[in-house]
T-cell receptor, first 111, second 114 residues
Framework: KQEVTQIPAALSVPEGENLVLNCSFTDSAIYNLQWFRQDPGKGLTSLLL???SQREQTSGRLNASLDKSSGRSTLYIAASQPGDSATYLCAVLNSNYQLIWGAGTKLIIKP | DADVTQTPRNRITKTGKRIMLECSQT?????MYWYRQDPGLGLRLIYY???????NKGEISDGYSVSRQAQAKFSLSLESAIPNQTALYFCATSAAGQGDTEAFFGQGTRLTVV
């Protein structure tokens, strides 16, 4: 059974710092891995999608990497801003086309 | 207008009542999903559908049922609501495909069962 773990559960850093969020999964048989952002009381916004054949994807200040063989992904946020404060969720698309989710990392960027 | 719309956005209901949550999408996607989110936990899959004639149970389907009325509509019902079904519910869609299929989510329905 696929399990997805995100570490840390919460993170608080000063504005301007670069930071890394971690996601690990137990079964490498995935089609893709997706990172999402969730703001309080709101829905989920897709940030980056990495296909199983890819190593990384970039969008603006965000960079996500995927090491399928070791079951790990990282989300790198450069030059963090208070507006980056949110919960970040990773999910893997398994062989049954189901998204399996981590519990998320709650990120607070202090001005 | 949002691509994936959930109604209602918030609902308080009493134990034992039947309640329906609705989801509609304008993405033209075949695949639709219902998830619930509890504090401190990831999203968990309740039911999913890959086309109008296809319904599949997810990880936590007990106490729930669904109806895929059309490609664009996928409803979730709680036949007899109980307090531990209090949660945030999300509907999602995705196109058919494999590695390149991105999921799109509604804004969520916050359900409280008292």
């Amino acid at each position: 059974k696929q399990e997805v773990t995100q570490i840390p559960a919460a993170l608080s850093v000063p504005e301007g710092e670069n930071l890394v969020l971690n996601c690990s999964f137990t079964d490498s048989a995935i089609y893709n891995l997706q990172w999402f952002r969730q703001d309080p009381g709101k829905g989920l916004t897709s940030l980056l999608l990495i296909q199983s054949s890819q190593r990384e994807q970039t969008s603006g200040r965000l960079n996500a990497s995927l090491d399928k063989s070791s079951g790990r992904s990282t989300l790198y946020i450069a030059a963090s801003q208070p507006g980056d404060s949110a919960t970040y969720l990773c999910a893997v698309l398994n062989s049954n086309y189901q998204l399996i989710w981590g519990a998320g990392t709650k990120l607070i960027i202090k001005p | 207008d949002a691509d994936v719309t959930q109604t209602p956005r918030n609902r308080i209901t009493k134990t034992g009542k039947r309640i329906m949550l609705e989801c509609s999408q304008t993405k033209g996607h075949d695949r639709m999903y219902w998830y619930r989110q509890d504090p401190g936990l990831g999203l968990r899959l309740i039911y999913y559908s890959f086309d109008v004639k296809d319904i599949n149970k997810g990880e936590i389907s007990d106490g729930y049922s669904v109806s895929r009325q059309a490609q664009a509509k996928f409803s979730l019902s709680l036949e007899s609501a109980i307090p531990n079904q209090t949660a945030l519910y999300f509907c999602a869609t995705s196109a058919a495909g494999q590695g390149d299929t991105e999921a799109f989510f509604g804004q969520g329905t916050r359900l409280t069962v008292v």
